[in-house]
């Protein structure tokens, strides 16, 4: 054990200051240190990404970085993904698609949902089921995220289409 | 309202577990909170000379060291809770922490308590213990030899119970004109719930009451075990088990964890708190299958089958888990005759001791066992005497009229329409057209597999009865409270703990539909033995055929009162009065009626009830069901093997099953893909490997291989509905079809792709290693 050490870090939208170990995973950190116990953990050895959060924008491993490598930086955990009222497409196509059954690794495959979407927008079941190389669920069989993913991948992309509309002001001339 | 029962419904647990509030042991956070960790035995079998914990006490932010000699006298003997009848069972002392021996490589030496996770995990490196080690044995048919080591001194010969039953002589052996011989071995699995294991302890020493938070699929069986360990009165015990991320069986056991966890919180007078790592559970949480099977099957040349009998000896590991002696004996034998009319039957089971992990329940449990063999010993037989596996099949299910139907174990399934689920599966993945396609391909030197099973499945367990003579040592009933709230909203209660399988939603759905309210009215509370009056738990797929027919039976006993109290309302007699969705009206005149909120309210105000009818709306029922439930289907699969690289592709994979009626087919079919999954885990990629010395090789997710989304296409999955004749919903359980069936029709895939190399069978898991050595020596032979 060594000296504790002055992080901040935006979690979530929201600034905060910790004082931490250097040998404290970014995990623990968020889950015992800040309450926020969306994030699980379920191995030590970075294969079953249920701890994947956005680590500056990109889908990571919260059991394989430190706290201390987030200093100064962005996390988005599941609480920040969306909140019921104001679903993520992604969160949406889970409960919409049965993506989920005990819902252990869910956040941790939703974030890698996220990071594959921002990558791939289009991504074909084959690219998805690819895009899930770094996530092991043993409920759902997967062929139900498959489907959550390209719910969400359709949703994100109307989306996008109907803002594009708007933004070019045809909207509502037809 | 009406007709919610069969429709898809969006899961009602999701918003929760979608948001990040969820509750899994892990997450409870309580102030004052200290952690726990295990210093586990390294070696598989040694005895303990010294256990030196004075650095370990002063390392900082130790609060206490505990040995398995500290708690002599303190904590019981973690319990064996299931003891076959006749079978000479030795339940040999575990002890939550090992006092003089220990007997697998994870068994627990001692626990430090600490400030923080990371404090108790530094001091747990400082004990130091000294072992004398032993040699240890980790196959089971090697622990029965005469010079095997010994793990347990009242446990000669490491047998630890002898089992048999049924009626195959070695007449009707003899006698038969085909007899096909096959060993098996059904490997170690590890079931790898995605949520480790975790134990929270709080004791209040005011009230003298001890609230555990626990990953279990039976919080009212792990209440009534602590209890009796820890000496505790059961009422000042509350177990809570809200969110239980997956379970497959390996949550049932009591474990010595567990156990230290609530002594820890009691002894220390501060909340406790231990997580297993991955590392751990697969060391420490109880693993699945490890059986080997030889297996005689008689049948007559024209593809009657007449007999099947089993050699079973199955590896326990170093202690017996909870449930586990019911597996290879009761859960296994019982279903070995599967979906066919085979008249002799007979199992002869060993239960082993081993320097390994405990085994124990794992989806499915005993049963993907049994139909595993049968299936493929049906494949070997219909391949012995020239016929097509599928014709084989059909000309000995069960036919639909045969139902009741007594088999050669003493079972009688209470229903089923084998040849229609059977013809479905056929017809969707086209199977005569295949059997050309794989002619041609054949021709073309590419290897074509197709693999068939038609199962029945023994679950929803089950009648106490026959529990308490099975050697199960508790009952198998189930309990459920339906509350109408003033306002019309209902709570229910149920007994069974759903950890995964969506039964808030589903039994909302039951209850709906009953009670004529709407699902978003309706509440569903498990997984809390202060709020629930008792519960069995949720495995061996009983929580619908069981759980939900509490509900069901509870439900009318709300209508019953509330018609009383209708018929006083509306000013006639209670026979005049019918109760049709949601509201209770009078027979003739429709017009006249009370809605069932009405009629709640005034059964809360009182004011004017009936003569003899006490106020409020609730109902509880306690149901044991008459029979288990017997789910029956096909699956068929179609692979490809590239003969160059042994690699294993699935092409098609459809599946029909029959649960009996489907409350919510979504969630139906997501138990089946689930369930298909695990069982291809098994076919073709997923082993425990244990060295000589009795190190588990595969030991993280690194060296153990859990299917990825990338390995599958698309299943096929359809349903066929014959209602369970012997309980008021009709319905049977769908959690462990898929695991049971996938298996065997994997298998018999990959064996039928390399028929042309004259390979009759291959131990799983088929990796491509094992495929292509098997076409290689298949080649040299020829």
């Keep these: 054990m060594s000296e504790k050490q002055q992080i901040r870090i935006t979690v979530n939208g929201i600034e905060k200051q910790l004082e931490v170990e250097p040998r404290l995973l970014l995990v623990h950190a968020l889950r015992d240190e800040l309450g926020l116990t969306g994030t699980h953990i379920g191995c030590d050895t970075s294969q ?127 | 309202m009406a007709n919610v029962f069969g429709t898809t419904v969006k899961r009602r647990e999701d918003p929760r577990l979608i948001t990040g509030n969820g509750q899994y042991a892990d997450d409870v956070q309580l102030q004052g909170m200290l952690y726990a960790s295990i210093l586990r035995s390294p070696h598989a079998h040694a005895k303990i000379v010294s256990i030196d914990t004075a650095k370990a006490k002063q390392s900082p932010g130790v609060v206490a060291v505990f040995t398995g000699q500290d708690l002599l006298g303190k904590v019981g003997l973690i319990p064996t809770a299931w003891l076959p009848p006749e079978s000479d069972i030795k339940t040999t002392a575990h002890h939550a922490l090992a006092v003089d021996k220990v007997r697998y490589v994870g068994d627990g030496v001692a626990m430090v308590v600490a400030e923080s996770r990371y404090a108790a995990r530094d001091a747990v490196d400082l004990i130091e213990v000294k072992y004398e080690v032993l040699p240890a044995v980790v196959d089971q048919e090697a622990a029965m030899q005469a010079q095997a080591p010994v793990l347990h001194d009242d446990a000669p010969g490491n047998v630890a119970f002898h089992w048999q039953a049924g009626n195959a002589a070695d007449e009707v052996f003899e006698q038969a004109e085909v007899v096909v011989r096959q060993r098996f071995r059904q490997q170690r699995l590890i079931p790898n719930a995605m949520e480790p294991r975790s134990a929270v302890g709080q004791y209040n020493a005011g009230t003298g009451e001890l609230t555990m938070w626990l990953t279990s699929q039976n919080p009212h069986i792990h209440r009534f075990l602590l209890s009796g360990i820890l000496g505790m009165a059961e009422h000042k015990i509350r177990v809570l088990s809200v969110d239980v991320g997956g379970g497959f069986g390996s949550k049932i056991a009591c474990y010595p964890d567990e156990v230290l966890v609530g002594y820890a919180a009691k002894t220390l007078g501060r909340p406790v708190k231990w997580t297993e790592d991955r590392r751990e559970n697969f060391l420490i949480t109880t693993h699945g299958r490890d059986m080997t099977l030889d297996v005689e099957f008689a049948g007559k040349k024209d593809g009657t089958f007449t007999a099947i009998r089993v050699k079973n000896v199955a590896n326990m590991g170093a202690y017996l888990s909870t449930a586990a002696p019911g597996v290879p004996t009761i859960l296994f034998g019982l279903i070995v005759p599967g979906a066919y009319k085979i008249p002799y039957a007979g199992v002869d089971v060993y239960g082993v001791f081993t320097n390994t992990t405990p085994t124990d329940a794992y989806r499915g449990a005993g049963r993907p066992e049994a139909t595993y063999l049968l299936e493929r010993m049906v494949d070997l037989f219909a391949r012995e005497i020239g016929m097509d596996p599928v014709e084989a099949r059909k000309k000995n299910l069960i036919q639909n009229h045969e139902f009741p139907y007594n088999t050669a174990m003493g079972l009688e399934y209470d229903s089923g329409n084998y040849e229609l689920a059977l013809g479905k599966a056929l017809d969707m993945v086209g199977y005569d057209q295949l059997r050309e396609e794989q002619a041609k391909l054949r021709s073309q030197g590419r290897l074509l597999g197709i693999g068939v099973t038609t199962y029945v499945e023994i679950c929803g367990l089950g009648p106490s009865q026959v529990a308490g003579a099975v050697g199960f040592q508790g009952g198998l009933w189930e309990s459920a409270t339906v509350r109408v709230h003033p306002t019309g909203k209902v709570t229910v209660f149920t007994g069974a703990s759903p950890h995964g399988q969506g039964e808030e939603t589903t039994f909302a759905q039951i209850v709906a539909e009953r009670l004529g ?266």
Excluded at chain 1, 135 to 154: E, F, L, P, S
Excluded at chain 2, 537 to 557: E, L, Q, W
Excluded at chain 2, 644 to 663: F, S
Excluded at chain 2, 734 to 744: K, N, R, Y
Aim: hydrophobic residues 40%.
């Design chain 2, 517 to 782: 309210v709407a699902v978003d009215d309706i509440e569903v509370v498990h997984g809390d033995t202060d709020r629930i009056a008792m519960g069995w738990g949720t495995y061996g797929s009983r929580t619908t055929p069981v759980g939900g027919n509490a509900i069901a039976i509870a439900v009318d006993k709300v209508i019953e009162k509330a018609k009383k109290i209708a018929a006083h309302m509306l000013e006639v007699a209670e026979e005049d009065v019918e109760f049709q969705d949601g509201s209770f009206q009078v027979k003739g005149a429709p017009s006249r009626k009370a809605s069932i909120q009405e009629v709640t309210l005034q059964a809360y105000l009182a004011w004017n009830l009936p003569a003899g009818v006490e106020p409020a709306l609730e109902g509880t029922a306690f149901y044991d069901p008459a029979n288990f439930v017997y789910p029956f289907g096909t699956h068929i699969c179609v692979v490809e093997i590239d003969k160059d690289t042994g690699e294993t592709k699935i092409l098609r994979y459809v599946a029909v099953d029959d649960c009996g009626r489907v409350i919510n087919p979504m969630i139906a079919e997501g138990q089946v893909h689930g369930g298909i999954v695990q069982g291809i885990g098994q076919a073709l990629w997923e082993g425990a490997v244990y060295d000589d010395q009795g190190q588990l090789v595969t030991g993280t997710f690194m060296d153990y291989a859990m299917p990825k989304a990338r390995f599958f296409n698309n299943f096929e999955t359809a349903f066929t509905e014959t209602p369970a004749p012997r309980n008021p919903l009709g319905v049977k359980g769908i959690g462990e079809t898929g695991t049971i069936a996938s298996t065997p029709t994997v298998v018999n895939a990959v064996i039928d792709a390399l028929s042309p190399y004259q390979i009759k069978d291959l131990d799983m898991p088929m990796t491509p290693e094992r495929v292509w050595q098997a076409i290689h020596k298949g080649r040299d032979a020829q």
């Design chain 1, 48 to 174: 079953c990404g249920a701890c994947t959060v956005l680590l500056g924008g990109e889908a990571v491993k919260s059991c394989t970085v430190l706290a201390v490598q987030a200093d100064g930086m962005g996390v988005t955990t599941v609480e920040g993904l969306g909140q019921m009222g104001n679903l993520h497409p992604v969160q949406e196509g889970f409960w919409e698609k049965h993506g989920l059954q005990c819902g252990y690794c869910t956040p941790g495959v939703m974030m890698t949902a996220v990071g594959l979407l921002q990558q791939n927008p289009n991504p074909t079941e084959e690219e998805i089921r690819e895009g899930l190389e770094g996530v092991i669920c043993r409920c759902t069989g997967y062929q139900n995220i498959v489907r959550a993913v390209q719910y969400a991948a359709d949703r994100m992309n109307s989306a996008n289409s109907e803002a594009e509309v708007a933004a070019s002001g045809s909207g509502d001339q037809k």
